[in-house]
């Protein structure tokens, strides 16, 4: 079972690059997330998806932009790379069912450095 | 807004000692409450979850947790720590208010060691 899938898993940035984090997930879920995980911060929500063709803004959206054309697939952009966004970031998907009691699966993340 | 305080960044047991590792919340409505564990190099994996009902919850690798509303903490435990059991554990919260993102607002995290 193949389940959330990230690509790449490792990327090195010069400052002012681009670059997409494709986020796959083959459960047919709804939902789908990107956080960044920094330490002694947790998990931070970046952005969010409720469904194909629609996201919304989380916790810390600015310098980021999210698209999601497929169903299964979530895209998370840098438009102009900056050193704090060095960071791991994790994608998450949750089906609809169930509601609020519904848990996430996650990626096993991608481990950004930004130089 | 909802919020999770894990006030401890890191615990250390002794192998075969129970362990405790804290979680507070704060939330607008009744809470769903959720613990993660996080290995080196790898995602999080879903533990445990109370919904409602009894305050014990039960989940995976012999963990268990229990949620306690009058001091709104939601502690996991386990009776038996093992040194596999290392790792990095998150608490998260999300509220049942009807918000349409369901999103998870998670702790800091509590790095446990488990000492042989």
């Known amino acids: 079972n193949a389940g959330v899938t990230q690509t790449p898993k490792f990327r090195v940035l010069k400052t002012g690059q681009s670059m997409t984090l494709l986020c796959a997930q083959d459960?047919?879920?709804?939902?789908m997330y990107w956080y960044r995980q920094d330490p002694g911060m947790g998990l931070r929500l970046i952005h969010y998806s409720v469904g194909e063709g629609t996201t919304a803004k989380g916790e810390v959206p600015d310098g980021y932009n999210v698209s999601r054309l497929k169903k299964q697939n979530f895209l998370l952009g840098l438009e102009s790379a900056a050193p704090s966004q060095t960071s791991v970031y994790f994608c998450?998907?949750?089906?609809?069912?169930?509601?609020?009691?519904?848990?996430?699966?996650f990626g096993q993340g991608t481990r950004l450095t930004v130089v | 807004a909802q919020s999770v305080a894990q006030p401890e960044d890191q615990v250390n047991v002794a192998e075969g000692n129970p362990l405790t590792v804290k979680c507070t919340y704060s939330v607008s409505g009744n809470p769903y409450l959720f613990w993660y564990v996080q290995y080196p190099n790898r995602g999080l994996q879903f533990l445990l979850k109370y919904i409602t009902g009894d305050n014990l919850v039960k989940g995976s690798y012999g963990f268990e947790a229990e949620f306690n509303k009058s001091q709104t903490s939601f502690h996991l435990k386990k009776p038996s720590a093992l040194v596999s059991d290392s790792a990095l554990y998150f608490c998260a919260v999300r509220d049942n208010s009807g918000a349409g993102s369901y999103q998870l607002t998670f702790g800091k995290g509590t790095k446990l060691s488990v000492i042989p």
């Open positions: 998450a998907s949750r089906p609809r069912g169930g509601g609020a009691t519904a848990e996430a699966f």
């Open positions: 459960m047919n879920h709804e939902y």
